[in-house]
């Protein structure tokens, strides 16, 4: 991962001197407006890539210092160093150090300007994703978790939605003329803008906004500290994953033996199986792990649906990608499910061969939630085109790709677990030594799902494209495919469950 | 012996079971019979594969080779008919934390396919045997380290297997609670079940103990019946004489406070 990731990095560094000479010989205000806008995008990619794809943020965990009795104070400055050590840090160092060579041309103290400019949104930038990351598994490790976490969801919408109204509305060409250009002098005046535009002040000679701009970063650079040291503060003496003192009133495991939900009834699980649901469904509602990869798998249908829609003028049957790729993320995010319960497995690997009511009690309880969800993601998009002659489509394609996904992930978690954060643990972590499997784990899954999902995505195409009338076959297939390939997956998954059993528990810990 | 299934005078028999873990022989082609009725101790300095051979018997851990059979059943071959007459408690994995200590007892039960009512019924029994019932509504998660295994253990019991296989039973639990589990074992073995418990506790499997083995380096360097075993020495020392004392005794003069 370091190497890689390194490599990576250096492959990207003639685009940053292309950038940079080609900045170079531009009016500085021109050149000022890039830098800002650089950064912004820079800075919204450092806060939510650890946020989205848990498992990249490796840096070090201050809830593992928890046991050792030490003080914020005295981990600090090495946590410190330790966070602008790491790949990303340094390829941002270079990066914007070279495109802070663009000031050159006016001049040393300029020059110089731009590199305190540098240092401090660097410093800004690596800060930022720390406080992110805390913030977001402090909330998630609350009481109240999951009221938290739709909250965090539903403010996260309404910073999306008036962006995405106005694109909607004036389209991109305008949007790009206008708006962005007030944005970005907006930026400049905040400490988000305030390193790229310092140079700018001082490159027309206007100092005193250069110092009042270089002031301001620093100042919000000590408070991001401060916070961030008040989280690992917290963090020290608040073990992440405590139950907080709840008390479970009633027994909810023979509670749900009792009652089966509606629609159930018929198809009624076994009684080992319907174990497995309830005790996966309290993990669904109350595990940060768990809660962390729900709220993350609205990410891309929401960015393609509020962004990238409106950005690129796309026609209104496009959205009906959103609940689609909503279906995709939830069913793929499910590839590592089983190693969630680390080797907590192993009262299910002892109690006998369950591989297939084990799979199926999993499968179920993320269907019940799953389900509902991606159908009302499905009629919301209807609703909002009007096309309600696509319901069949879409309908149909959203039950094919969840089946059909899921049963992928259904396989691959047997087939190819990899060690994922522990119970108790920051579930942004990563496992050290996990990253070649999961890499390995990943790609296959994604490959799978890439081939598999023509098969009940291609007469949903037709109907968007060609005729609504496909979308009968849409449904067909999708309520054929789906619901087939995750029983046959599940069932599969199981039978291997039980061949691979006396290796799961290793596997996974 | 193992066609004799149900009458097999063996609670457990194990022949030739090897584990391998990249360099290390975890553990090198031991043999083992554990009579039906005993109550068997398996002590061994720590690493010696005591863990690893546990969990090889019950169906935590795939042996690179050999067999387990349980009361006559080949465990890795009819895993669905072995499993059942076998309660285990594991040492050092995790538990489902999430459920509170009353659901994870239930889950248990549910998972061994048992009937609600009866599962409800022995929940409480074993909550209130093993003093658990103030924590029955607490989460898992929040318990110390003995409520964990107690809870572990009532568990490996709310089936009624044959033969209960505990990974240290006692570690961490407080001397009150030791007490009761140590009567409920008994009771269980006075009854005709078996119990394997591995210990690093001599004095312990001494006293509970009607059999015990020494593992060592990987291999069972003696079993038996505890005063065949003992042969006449105390258990303490015919162990340090089997495994081996530590190699160097150094004077830690340091340490000394005058």
Redesign the interface.
């Known amino acids: 991962m370091l190497v890689g990731g390194a490599v990576w990095s250096l492959t990207l560094l003639p685009l940053a001197w292309w950038a940079e000479q080609t900045l170079r010989y531009q009016p500085w205000d021109i050149k000022e407006f890039a830098l800002i806008a650089v950064t912004i995008v820079v800075t919204l990619g450092w806060v939510l890539v650890p946020l989205l794809i848990t498992g990249l943020d490796d840096t070090l965990d201050p809830g593992r210092f928890a046991t050792l009795g030490v003080r914020g104070k005295t981990i600090m400055p090495g946590l410190t160093v330790a966070a602008f050590l790491t790949v990303p840090a340094l390829f941002f160092a270079v990066v914007l150090t070279m495109l802070a060579g663009s000031w050159r041309p006016y001049g040393l103290d300029v020059w110089a300007v731009a590199l305190v400019g540098t240092a401090l949104t660097l410093m800004m930038l690596v800060l930022s994703a720390r406080v992110a990351v805390m913030w977001a598994s402090r909330l998630l490790a609350s009481r109240r978790a999951r009221t938290v976490s739709l909250l965090a969801g539903a403010a996260g919408l309404a910073l999306i939605a008036p962006a995405a109204w106005v694109l909607f509305q004036d389209g991109l060409q305008l949007v790009v003329e206008y708006d962005v250009p007030v944005l970005i002098e907006q930026a400049g005046r905040t400490p988000l803008g305030a390193g790229a535009a310092a140079a700018g002040s001082a490159a027309h000679g206007h100092w005193w906004g250069t110092w009042v701009r270089l002031a301001g970063l620093a100042l919000w650079v000590v408070l991001l500290h401060r916070a961030w040291r008040a989280n690992v503060e917290y963090a020290l003496v608040h073990p992440v994953y405590r139950g907080g003192g709840t008390r479970q009133r009633a027994d909810s495991m023979l509670a749900g033996m009792a009652r089966a939900p509606w629609g159930w009834r018929r198809w009624r699980l076994s009684t080992p199986a319907r174990a497995v649901r309830i005790r996966s469904a309290r993990y669904w509602a109350t595990d940060p792990r768990y809660l962390a990869s729900m709220v993350g798998v609205l990410a891309f249908p929401v960015l393609f649906f509020a962004l990238i829609m409106p950005a690129f003028g796309l026609d209104a049957r496009w959205a009906f990608v959103a609940p689609v790729l909503l279906a995709a993320s939830i069913g793929w995010g499910r590839h590592n499910d089983v190693a969630l319960d680390s080797t907590a497995l192993w009262l299910d690997v002892v109690s006998g061969q369950l591989g297939r009511e084990i799979m199926w009690g999993r499968m179920a309880a993320i269907v019940t939630w799953a389900l509902p969800v991606v159908l009302v993601a499905a009629v919301g998009t209807l609703a909002w085109t009007g096309l309600w002659s696509l319901a069949p489509a879409v309908v149909g394609a959203c039950l094919g790709v969840l089946g059909l996904t899921l049963g992928i992930s259904a396989l691959t978690s047997v087939l190819l677990p990899y060690r994922a954060p522990a119970p108790g643990e920051n579930p942004f972590g990563a496992e050290v030594g996990s990253v070649g499997a999961s890499l390995v784990a990943q790609l296959i899954s994604s490959a799978a799902t890439g081939l598999a999902l023509p098969l009940v995505t291609f007469a949903f195409a037709l109907a968007l494209v060609v005729d609504p009338a496909w979308g009968w076959l849409a449904l067909v297939t999708g309520l054929v495919l789906g619901p087939g390939s995750l029983a046959w997956a599940v069932s599969y998954a199981g039978r291997q469950y039980d061949r691979r059993a006396g290796m799961l528990v290793a596997s996974v810990s | 012996m193992a066609s004799t299934g149900e009458s097999a005078p063996h609670a457990i028999a194990i022949r030739g079971l090897t584990k391998r873990f990249g360099a290390l022989l975890a553990v090198d082609e031991v043999d083992l019979d554990i009579p039906a009725g005993s109550f068997y101790g398996v002590v061994g300095p720590n690493g010696a594969g005591k863990t690893t051979m546990l969990s090889?018997a019950?169906?935590?851990?795939?042996?690179d080779s050999g067999t387990a059979h349980v009361h006559g059943v080949n465990l890795?071959a009819q895993?669905?008919v072995a499993?059942?007459k076998?309660g285990?408690l594991?040492d050092?994995?995790?538990?489902?934390?999430?459920?509170?200590g009353?659901?994870l007892i239930?889950?248990?039960g549910?998972?061994?396919?048992?009937d609600?009512d009866v599962?409800?019924e022995r929940?409480d029994d074993l909550l209130v045997a093993l003093d658990l019932d103030s924590a029955?509504?607490?989460?898992v998660?929040?318990f110390s380290a003995g409520m964990t295994k107690k809870i572990a253990l009532a568990?490996a019991m709310v089936h009624a297997p044959r033969v209960l296989v505990l990974d240290e039973p006692f570690e961490a639990v407080d001397p009150v609670s030791a007490g009761a589990i140590r009567r409920i074992l008994g009771a269980f073995v006075d009854t005709g079940g078996t119990v394997v418990l591995s210990s690093h506790v001599m004095a312990l499997v001494e006293r509970l103990c009607d059999h015990v083995a020494v593992v060592g380096h990987g291999h069972v360097l003696a079993a038996g019946p505890l005063d065949e075993v003992r042969a006449g020495q105390d258990l303490e020392d015919r162990f340090v004489g089997l495994v081996g004392d530590v190699r160097e005794t150094r004077d830690l003069a340091w340490l000394r406070q005058s």
Not at chain 2, 92 to 100: K, V
Not at chain 2, 136 to 139: D, V, Y
Request: hydrophobic share 40%; charged share 20%.
């Open positions: 090889m019950t169906g935590l851990l795939t042996p890795w895993p669905a499993k059942p076998l285990v594991p050092g994995l995790h538990s489902f934390d999430r459920l509170t009353a659901e239930s889950y248990a549910l998972l061994r396919g048992m609600k599962v409800r929940r029955a509504k607490t989460l998660t929040d568990c």
